[in-house]
């Protein structure tokens, strides 16, 4: 059973609106979320995070919300660009397992059109 | 800056062949991860090395085994290839707790006919 959903596969949005991905998780012990990027060919790389403590992280064009109390976080891109197309996931981690293991999401994938 | 290394990038292995698949950090990361990409399932983890001399088993460890040579190199083993193990794998590392993010290489596609 996926700990960590990303409902929506794929995820079609205009150059300069916002894209809104979302992420939802059962384990109510996750206290550390993240969100990662990938192109293809390519690992992930890290894109911004958040502790259970906040409900809000801006970095840039990009936000993460978190609602724990509906076991829920999306991640906000304003303006979006065309490099900006990729798969995202989403990850969660439980502060007091020993190597700080991720569970990660399956996944959406995001195109910008000019 | 190297980061995450991988190798080999692809390769193709008959059913029962074994293989290992390298990786080695530049970081002087302490943790390393050992994950495998499966569509529509995102990343899940097979095996992890908290800290050098360490190993244990993730969420997915059935039919592979690990060894971490040093603090630089975490090694992932397949004895007896099956096509259920066709995926993308990716090694990992990070230095110290959660709040530091998990670097990844750029993986090794492995297909099993």
């Known amino acids: 059973d996926q700990q960590v959903k990303q409902n929506s596969p794929s995820l079609s949005v205009q150059e300069g609106r916002i894209s809104i991905l979302n992420c939802d998780y059962t384990?109510?012990?996750?206290?550390?979320f993240l969100w990662y990027k990938k192109y293809p060919a390519e690992g992930p790389t890290f894109l911004i995070s958040i502790s259970s403590i906040k409900d809000k992280n801006e970095d840039g064009r990009f936000t993460v919300f978190l609602n724990k109390s509906a076991k829920h976080l999306s991640l906000h891109i304003v303006p979006s660009q065309p490099g900006d197309s990729a798969v995202y996931f989403c990850?969660?981690?439980?502060?007091?397992?020993?190597?700080?293991?991720?569970?990660f999401g399956g996944g959406t994938r995001l195109m910008v059109k000019p | 800056n190297a980061g995450v290394t991988q190798t080999p990038k692809f390769q193709v292995l008959k059913t029962g062949q074994s293989m290992t698949l390298q990786c080695a950090q530049d970081m002087n990361h302490n943790s390393m991860y050992w994950y495998r990409q499966d569509p529509g399932m995102g990343l899940r983890l097979i095996y992890y090395?908290?800290?050098?001399?360490?190993?244990d088993k993730g969420e997915v460890p059935n039919g592979y085994n690990v060894s971490r040579l040093n603090k630089r190199e975490f090694s992932l083993r397949l004895e007896s290839a099956a096509p259920s193990q066709t995926s993308v794998y990716f090694c990992a590392s990070r230095f110290g707790g959660v709040e530091q993010p998990q670097h990844f290489g750029d993986g090794t596609r492995l297909s099993i006919l």
């Open positions: 384990n109510s012990m996750f206290d550390y």
């Open positions: 090395s908290a800290s050098e001399g360490t190993t």
């Open positions: 990850a969660a981690s439980e502060g007091s397992n020993a190597g700080n293991m991720l569970t």
